[in-house]
Nanobody
Framework: QVQLVESGGGLVQAGGSLRLSCTASRNRFTGNTMAWFRQSPGNSRELVASISSLGMPSYADFVQGRFTISRDNDLRMIHLQMAYLRPEDTAVYYC???????????WGQGTQVTVSS
């Protein structure tokens, strides 16, 4: 049973904002760098942002300065605050560990983000 729950997606106009949230199981979350990924139709899943267990963030170039990732270790949650959204940000957004091979093939349902022009 996959224990990842993503939420917060929706339809927003270009330039708008959304905040995504993800809750993970204790084993998946604790001690792992967590990340947000996204996948749009016809494209492979890509890394958007990650945050280490100590709170150090890292961002893909295409979201730098627009998105902010955060982490709540007590609640086992990560968030993605997205601002200045663009139509090309439209995708299903997923959370997972960034690179723990144990969870590489175990994904949640994701949350759909649609940005209209």
């Amino acid at each position: 049973q996959v224990q990842l729950v993503e939420s917060g997606g929706g339809l927003v106009q270009a330039g708008g904002s959304l905040r995504l949230s993800c809750t993970a199981s204790r084993n998946r979350f604790t001690g792992n760098t967590m990340a947000w990924f996204r996948q749009s139709p016809g494209n492979s899943r890509e890394l958007v942002a990650s945050i280490s267990s100590l709170g150090m963030p890292s961002y893909a170039d295409f979201v730098q300065g627009r998105f902010t990732i955060s982490r709540d270790n007590d609640l086992r949650m990560i968030h993605l605050q997205m601002a200045y959204l663009r139509p090309e940000d439209t995708a299903v957004y997923y959370c997972n560990t960034r690179d723990n091979p144990i969870y590489a093939n175990s994904w949640g349902q994701g949350t759909q983000v649609t940005v209209s022009s």
